[in-house]
C-alpha cells in the first residue's frame, strides 16, 4: 500500500514563507512525476507545481517567481517552498504523485494566509 502525507501546512501572516513537504511511502518501485495542487474555498482544485522524474519542472502563472518545487528521490519526498505568500494563496495543499504506474493523493495540508 502506498501513501503519501503532506506536512509544513499553518497560519502564516501576508509576505511570508511556508514549506511543505510530502513523503511517499509503501511498496515503491518507481516515482515518477510529483505534483502540488490546491483547492481554495469554494473553488475547484488547480495544479500549482510539477516536477517531472528527470527534474523538469512547471508552475502555475499565479505563483511563478513565489513558489519553488523540489524532490528528493533517495527520501521519496516532494517539497513546495513558498515565499511571499498572499491572502489569496490561501488553501488545501495536496500533493499527488505517479507511483509504480498509478497516481496516489495526499489528504492535504492546510495554508491559511492571514494578519
Known amino acids: 500500500q502506498v501513501q503519501l502525507v503532506e506536512s509544513g501546512g499553518g497560519l502564516v501572516q501576508p509576505g511570508g514563507s511556508l514549506r511543505l513537504s510530502c513523503a511517499a511511502s509503501g511498496s515503491i518501485s518507481g516515482i515518477n512525476a510529483m505534483n502540488w495542487d490546491r483547492q481554495l474555498p469554494g473553488k475547484e482544485r488547480e495544479l500549482v507545481a510539477h516536477i517531472s522524474k528527470d527534474g523538469s519542472i512547471h508552475y502555475a502563472d499565479h505563483v511563478k517567481g513565489r513558489f519553488t518545487i523540489s524532490r528528493d528521490n533517495a527520501k521519496n519526498t516532494v517539497y513546495l517552498q513558498m515565499n511571499s505568500l498572499k491572502p489569496e494563496d490561501t488553501a488545501v495543499y495536496y500533493c499527488?504523485?505517479?507511483?509504480?504506474?498509478?497516481?496516489?493523493w495526499g489528504k492535504g495540508t492546510l495554508v491559511t494566509v492571514s494578519a
Open positions: 499527488n504523485a505517479l507511483i509504480n504506474d498509478n497516481y496516489y
